[in-house]
């Protein structure tokens, strides 16, 4: 049995007929994050990489900016809850703002704009470069008949795949991205994320902490995403697939002929 999914038997309807049906769905948890002894809020999640979701969560809100802030985590033995201990005090913001879409996700309302920093990147890809990329994106992606509808995010270094994470909330997975970067102490030259998930607006906020220049997803964009990445410095790609995809901010890094 897979910690992300369990077997589901199901009838499934056709011109054809009836048929019965062996699937995987996708497991959802509720796991609290407490901070500093105080509950803070709780995740809807895939029950893996626990400790990445909560580092990546707090650092892409904003409240660490570093691994050696983090004085102890532990993932209690029932995993329905992660208590991180910090080597400072940390105000718990008064309200949360529940993200868009399907398992979104809680973003602070005190994360505000003028907090963050342009993405400021001479780094360029070319169009075969990035259709590389969603060659080993789709290659390595668990396929949906096994993975059971969680999305999948990954972490490339330019044109080259580092890692793979999924999660049954697109949110999650960026956050589970800057956990594992943090803990792993990587270092990557030209961050460039690649999802399977749609860009709002706090996707794009996430991928500004990362300092990631390149947002390259399979789905749609918000319009709030898009003017968000126009103006702090990121070239979003949407619609990618492995020989198209259209180019909504900066063009400028993209090579042409």
């Not at 080597?87 to 399907?102: F, M, Y």
């Not at 030209?190 to 997803?217: E, H, N, W, Y």
Request: proline residues 4%.
């Amino acid at each position: 049995m897979h910690a992300d999914r369990v077997p589901l038997n199901y009838l499934q309807y056709s011109p054809a007929g009836i048929e019965s049906v062996q699937s995987n769905i996708a497991i959802e948890s509720p796991v609290s994050l407490t901070v500093n002894g105080e509950v803070w809020l709780t995740f809807q999640c895939t029950p893996i990489d626990f400790e990445e979701l909560a580092i990546g969560f707090l650092f892409n809100e904003g409240f660490i900016s570093s691994l050696s802030e983090i004085e102890n985590i532990h993932v209690c033995d029932q995993k329905d809850n992660i208590d991180i201990w910090l080597n400072h005090t940390v105000e718990k913001p008064a309200i949360w703002r529940r993200t868009s879409g399907c398992h979104g996700g809680n973003s602070s309302v005190d994360s505000v704009e003028n907090e963050f920093v342009k993405v400021e990147s001479k780094a360029t890809m070319s169009p075969e470069q990035i259709f590389e990329l969603m060659d080993q994106f789709l290659n390595l992606q668990i396929p949906h008949s096994e993975s059971g509808g969680v999305h999948t995010s990954a972490l490339a270094d330019g044109a080259v795949q580092l890692f793979q994470i999924i999660d049954i909330g697109r949110h999650n997975t960026f956050d589970k991205i800057a956990g594992r970067l943090l803990m792993n102490r990587l270092s990557v030259n030209t961050p460039v994320l690649v999802t399977s998930g749609r860009i709002s607006s706090d996707m794009v906020q996430k991928s500004i902490r990362l300092r990631a220049p390149f947002i390259i997803s399979m789905r749609s964009a918000s319009q709030l995403g898009i003017n968000m990445a126009d103006a702090w410095g990121i070239t979003l790609i949407g619609g990618a697939r492995r020989h198209r995809f259209n180019l909504l901010t900066h063009p400028g890094r993209i090579q042409t002929p």
